[in-house]
């Protein structure tokens, strides 16, 4: 069974920073596709950036230019760089871990980031 561990969320100031990082366990994380996604109160979880077991990488149009997702397999870790935060960025940030084909997707517990105006 895998786990996910996020870390790394807060409050900020609008125009802010925060790096968001995910410890997975097991021995998948090199074959797994990793995502972090969020979830604001009243709004459906949406994916924001994802990164496949091959380093690519993709971006919500919302988030793009200014989050940077990166992974480093030796600490079976993926991260978001968040850049220019913005109040609607506020939300609970989910690290996701899938591995196609094989019906696996495991999801971490959700770290909270706010960013005030």
């Known amino acids: 069974q895998v786990q996910l561990v996020e870390s790394g969320g807060g409050l900020v100031q609008a125009g802010g920073s925060l790096r968001l990082s995910c410890a997975a366990s097991?021995?998948?994380?090199?074959?797994?596709?990793m995502g972090w996604h969020r979830q604001a109160p009243g709004k459906q979880r949406e994916l924001v950036a994802a990164?496949?077991?091959?380093?690519?990488?993709n971006y919500s149009d919302s988030v793009k230019g200014r989050f940077t997702i990166s992974r480093d397999n030796a600490k079976n870790s993926v991260y978001l760089q968040m850049n220019s935060l913005k109040p609607e960025d506020t939300a609970v940030y989910y690290c996701?871990?899938?591995?196609?084909?094989?019906?696996?997707?495991?999801w971490g517990q959700g770290t909270q980031v706010t960013v005030s105006s």
């Open positions: 990164i496949s077991s091959n380093g690519f990488t």
């Open positions: 996701n871990e899938r591995v196609l084909g094989y019906g696996l997707d495991f």
């Open positions: 097991g021995s998948i994380f090199k074959i797994s596709d």
